[in-house]
């Protein structure tokens, strides 16, 4: 070992002596990295986490059959997307039934969900000019439920007053016509799915990536140690003096 | 580790080199096999029930279960409180530990109390009224630690109450709760195994605990999941640098050469994430892994199913400095995978046929003799896959192979500037270094807390 090194040593144990924190040198530190035990399984399976809620479904279906992890929800991914779609496109009881394939509990447990759902119906009932059955259905699915819940009464009340007006385009509760409503139901239904999958919502990588900075800076009050700085390098860097 | 020289008459540096490389993936060849055990934190002894033999007098009686206690004579003073500890220290490898009493009777003056003593602690005093010790007194609700005067800290608690103590190893304090509700918590300056303690003092007083074996009145695993996600919260504050998640992927894919899904993932990232530029990838740069990238694919994906034989060959051509030397630990590592493929399908003649050309030599060799000693014991069994070498039929077996191979691979590149970069991917040794620090940390603050571990936060999240 050089006289640089052996100084550079020194100066780090004097300056761990003066704050009383241990000192780890490289080739310690190294021992214990070399002891912790990560399983490929599982770097796969942060990997797979981070292709599927990051979106990259292709990714992911070609990393499932590259490296044999599985990922249980990348037919939910998809399934989701098709939720969003139906309700988009108008196709509401398609919509439904789709939800109620991926996880029954999803309507069960959103009664605010489920209604606006059953508004959108109707809606689009109006849309296309059925009358007849807007009314009854108005009367059988939504009546009971607005009977329940005054705010609820009154959206229904909204929504079946469309069809007092010949020209629905100008009347006050116009908007429910629009595109916008379609949406504003659809980001409903895909948050409700998004939080009945909750871990599913954001990629774990990102945290564990934090966490590394945080144990760092805990580490750092009680001893000097090699520090890792540069994250995509994932150099191992002298203890700081 | 030993450099094994004896094949390698031609000393040039890359060969030893590799040598060294291939080492290390023997050592993971076995993890498998004790892989049941290396997760767990030793196991801590955990109370379960009252210690009788370190009793203080005959003014207590512990029931026959041990989980129930009743203070049978008269108090006379302050030096003859019915005091019992529980059999074991709580444990400290976690995020919380906590106990609970029902007080089935407060007696004449209800002078019952619950807290943490110290193994040393005098028998007769109340639990907080000595020095290294917390006690929650029932008949003032105040706070005892370690002083004879206490503070005021809560409700007063009698018959028909229940009554919880804990230790909060993440905010290191004492915490106390009453009938399903935290009263309050104090911070924790009494170091050592501390034993949960219960005391009664007056006639006829009796207390039932509960050391977890029945539910609790209290939501202790909320009480958990609230400290966590408090940690989680102050965690999730921190800034990343941007892309820094995508680009350790990226280097993921391209390291261990998953080519099609890199391809897929290029595709895509291109119409969402701005592509990062990774010159300097593990001292590589883009143009030879690329160049390498088809290779170490179709290498993986022969080994991943089984197909050694087409492997070897493909490494004859590609890569013969590979497997030049026999006795290589990559050769070995190619051989016991090829024997354990043949016992797979049930060609077992076969298999010994193969074993005696290719495995036999390294019976007793260092560091080759438990994997090769493994292998052979899969001939023993009618069903291997459930023995104790079963784990070598498993995936993450040919994982391995598979990864060892593409190691060296990438370090046949010429310009190459630090071997060990070949070994372990970005992702991993910033994983290492995660796991480490906890670890450290923990052991520094005298091993209270839960540690990292990476295979439960991944099975949390899928919960």
Avoid at chain 1, 17 to 40: C, G, R, Y
């Amino acid at each position: 070992m050089s006289l640089f090194w052996i100084v550079i040593r020194q100066l780090a144990e004097i300056e761990a002596m003066a704050t009383s924190k241990k000192v780890i040198t490289k080739e310690e530190w190294e021992k214990k990295l070399n002891d912790v035990k990560i399983m490929k399984e599982d770097m796969n399976k942060l990997v797979m986490n981070f292709l599927v809620t990051e979106g990259y479904v292709d990714a992911a279906e070609k990393f499932r059959m590259e490296s044999g992890t599985e990922h249980i929800d990348l037919a939910t991914i998809t399934d989701r997307m098709a939720v969003k779609k139906a309700v988009q496109c108008g196709n509401v009881e398609d919509a439904i039934e789709k939800v109620n394939d991926l996880n029954p509990e999803i309507l069960d447990t959103n009664p605010q969900l489920f209604f606006h759902l059953q508004q959108q119906r109707l809606i689009e009932l109006i849309r296309n000019g059925k009358v007849e059955e807007a009314l009854e259905f108005a009367q059988e699915e939504l009546a009971p439920r607005g009977e329940e819940n005054q705010s609820f009464l009154e959206e229904l009340e909204r929504t079946v007053s469309l069809l007092a007006f010949e020209d629905v385009s100008n009347c006050p509760v116009g908007e429910l016509l629009d595109i916008s409503q379609r949406l504003k139901t659809a980001s409903e239904v895909n948050a409700a799915i998004l939080t009945s999958q909750s871990h599913e919502k954001d990629p774990k990588l990102p945290s564990l990536l934090k966490m590394l900075i945080w144990a760092q800076n805990q580490l750092d009050e009680k001893a000097a140690y090699p520090h890792i700085n540069d994250l995509s390098t994932a150099t191992l860097e002298d203890p700081a003096i | 580790m030993t450099n094994h020289s004896s094949a390698n008459s031609d000393s040039n540096g890359t060969n030893i080199h590799n040598q060294d490389l291939g080492w290390y993936f023997l050592e993971l060849a076995r993890l498998g096999a004790s892989r049941a055990t290396h997760l767990e934190d030793t196991e801590e002894q955990l109370p379960s029930e009252l210690n009788t033999i370190n009793s203080s007098g005959g003014f207590q009686l512990v029931s026959t279960d041990k989980l129930s206690v009743k203070y049978t004579s008269v108090n006379r003073h302050g030096h003859d409180v019915g005091v019992v500890q529980a059999n074991n220290p709580a444990p400290v490898k976690r995020l919380v530990y906590y106990f609970e009493i029902f007080v089935k009777d407060a007696g004449a003056k209800g002078q019952i109390a619950i807290g943490f003593t110290i193994g040393t602690f005098k028998m007769r005093r109340q639990p907080g009224w000595e020095a290294n010790s917390c006690g929650y007194h029932g008949d003032d609700g105040m706070l005892y630690c370690g002083q004879g005067k206490g503070e005021t800290f809560g409700p007063t608690y009698t018959a028909n109450d229940i009554v919880g103590a804990g230790i909060n190893y993440a905010s290191q304090e004492f915490f106390f709760t009453k009938n399903g509700a935290v009263v309050g918590a104090v911070y924790k300056d009494v170091k050592g195994p501390l034993f949960p303690t219960i005391a009664v003092h007056s006639p006829n007083e009796e207390v039932q605990v509960n050391f977890g074996q029945k539910p609790f009145a209290f939501d202790v695993k909320d009480f958990e999941k609230q400290e966590r996600m408090k940690q989680q919260a102050t965690i999730e504050k921190i800034s990343l640098p941007p892309n820094v998640s995508y680009g350790i992927v990226r280097s993921y894919l391209l390291f261990y050469g998953y080519e099609d899904t890199l391809n897929s993932f290029d595709v895509a990232s291109k119409t969402t994430v701005p592509p990062v530029y990774m010159a300097q990838e593990n001292g590589f740069n883009e143009q030879d892994i690329v160049y390498a990238l088809n290779q170490r694919k179709t290498l993986r994906k022969l080994i991943k199913s089984g197909e050694i034989d087409s492997a070897l060959g493909k490494l004859h051509d590609w890569y013969p400095q590979i497997v030049q030397d026999d006795k290589s630990a990559t050769c070995f590592l190619l051989h016991c995978q090829k024997f354990i493929e043949l016992v797979r399908v049930g060609a077992l003649e076969e298999a010994v046929k193969y074993g005696r050309i290719e495995l036999a030599k390294f019976f007793g060799l260092t560091g080759f003799e438990d994997l090769v000693q493994d292998c052979v014991a899969l001939l023993a069994y009618e069903q291997p896959q459930e023995s104790s070498v079963g784990y070598l039929l498993e995936e993450s077996q040919r994982e391995v192979v598979a990864d060892t191979v593409n190691a060296m691979i990438l370090s046949t590149n010429p310009n190459l500037k630090d071997s060990h970069a070949c070994l372990q991917s970005c992702l991993e040794r910033l994983l290492r270094q995660l796991t480490a620090c906890c670890l450290e940390r923990r052991s520094l603050n005298g091993d209270q807390g839960e540690a990292f571990h990476l295979h439960r936060e991944l099975d949390i999240s899928k919960n």
